[in-house]
C-alpha cells in the first residue's frame, strides 16, 4: 500500500474525486461522535483526512504522532488546509505513538531535552527547511565563483582563536590535541595550490558564557582566497551573504510565514553593505550613551544597539590590534588598527562573519606571535606558508547557525541547528 503513496503537497495539487494513499505521523486529532477528523503531517505539509463509520472506529486507535497510511478520495473542502480533504476508506496504524510527552507548550529547556521528538514540530521543521536552503546556496555560491571545496582536520595542535575556548581531547598516544575553533589555517595552506578554496565543518568552542548567540559545535562556513585584500573579501562576504538570503526568499515564503519572520528586511539585504569603521562605530555608540572607550571589543549588547542605526547588513572595518587574533595584519598606513571586518547582521543580530587580511611576511608574523605572548614554535607550519611563496591573502568565517538564526529571525541560537550543543548540554 505504501508504494503507491503519494505526498500530502501532491495530494492536495491533484484533482478531486482521485483516489489516493497518503503516510505519515498524526499531527492533530478530533473525534466527534459519527466521525473523526485528523490531520496528517508529512515531510511536505498537512492533510485533512476525515473518517466515518467502521474506518472511523479504525482510527481512534491512533495517537497523537503514531504513524499511520490512509486511502481514500479526495474532495473539495474549503474549511480544510489547501481546500481539500480525504475522504478514508481504509486505514492502517504503522507505528503506534502512547502518550507522546510534548502535546501543549512546555519551556525551552524542557523541549531541548526531548529535542529528539521536538525536531517533528511544524515550527522546527520550517527552520530546518530554510537551514538546508543556507547551506545549499553556500555550496552554490562557491563553486558557481571557481572556488575549490576543500576539507580540513578536526583535531589540531594549536589555537587559532585564543587558547580561552579550546577544547582539549586524549589523543590516541595519550597527547593532548584540541577541537579546531577555525579551519582558517588549513585553508590558507591550500590557496598556494587552488588558490580559492571554502569549507563548511563544525568548529568548536569551549564557550564559557551562557548567550543567545554561542554554541560550542557550531557550523563555520570558511573561505580564503589567494592574491586577495580586505577590500576583496568584503566584496565576496556581501555578495554571498546576499545570494543566501535571496535564494531562501525564493524557496522558503512558506516556512518565512508560519515563523512569523518579517520579510522587508530580508528583501532590502541586497549588496552593497554599509561599511563603518572601528572608529566610527565606537563614536556612534557613544553618541548612544554606551559606556564604552576605544580600544574595547564589541559584544553582543554593543552590536545590537550599533545596528539599529543600520536597515541592512554592515561591516565594521579595522578594529584594533588588541581585539583581534594574532594573524590579522596591521593597516600599514596605521598601525594600531587591523586590516580586519566583522559583518553584523541587522535587526539586533550583530556579527555573523568574521574575518580580513593575514599578515603574508614571515618577521611580521613572528613578532606579532612573540607580541600576543605565544610560542612561535607552536606555529611552525604556519610560519612555512610565509617562508615558501608567500601572498597576500584574505579570508573569513561565517557562522552558519547565526546566519540561520537571523534569516529565520530567531531569538536563541539552539533553535537554528536540531542538536544543539551548549555549554550546559551535549544530550540528546
Ligand atoms: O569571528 P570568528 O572567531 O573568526 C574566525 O574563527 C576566523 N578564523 C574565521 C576566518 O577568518 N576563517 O568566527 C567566525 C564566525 C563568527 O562571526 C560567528 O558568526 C561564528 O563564526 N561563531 C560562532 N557561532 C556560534 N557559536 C559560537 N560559539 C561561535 N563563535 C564564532
Ligand atoms: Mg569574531
Redesign the pocket.
Known sequence: MEECCKSTKEILAMDEGSNVSVRGWVYRFRDFRDKVFMLVRDSTGVIQVVFRDDVAGEARKADIEASVVVSGSLRRDPRAPGGKELEAKSFRLVGEAKNFPITKDYSREYLLDVRHLWIRSRRMTAVLKIRHTVFGALHEYFRKHGYYEVQCPMFVKAA??GGA?LFPVKYVDESTVYLT????FY?EALIYSLEKVYTIAP?F?A?KSRTR????E?W?C???VAWAGLEEIIRVEEELVGYVVQKVLENNQEELKLLGRRIEPLERCKPPFYRISYDEAIEILERKGVNIKWGDDFGADEESKLVEEFDKPVFVCRYPEKVK?F?HKNDPLRSEVTLSA??LAPEGYG??????ERIDKLEELVDKIKRFGLNPEDYEWYLDLRRYGSVRHA?????V???VMWIAGLDH?VDAIPFPRTIRRAYP
Open positions: 587559532v582563536e575556548t575553533q577555525s579551519s582558517q585553508l568548529s568552542r564557550e548567540r554561542h554554541l560550542t557550531f563555520h570558511e573561505a580564503e587574533a594573524y566583522d559583518l556579527e555573523i562573519i568574521g574575518g580580513g579570508g573569513f568565517g561565517l557562522g547557525d547565526r546566519t541560537i
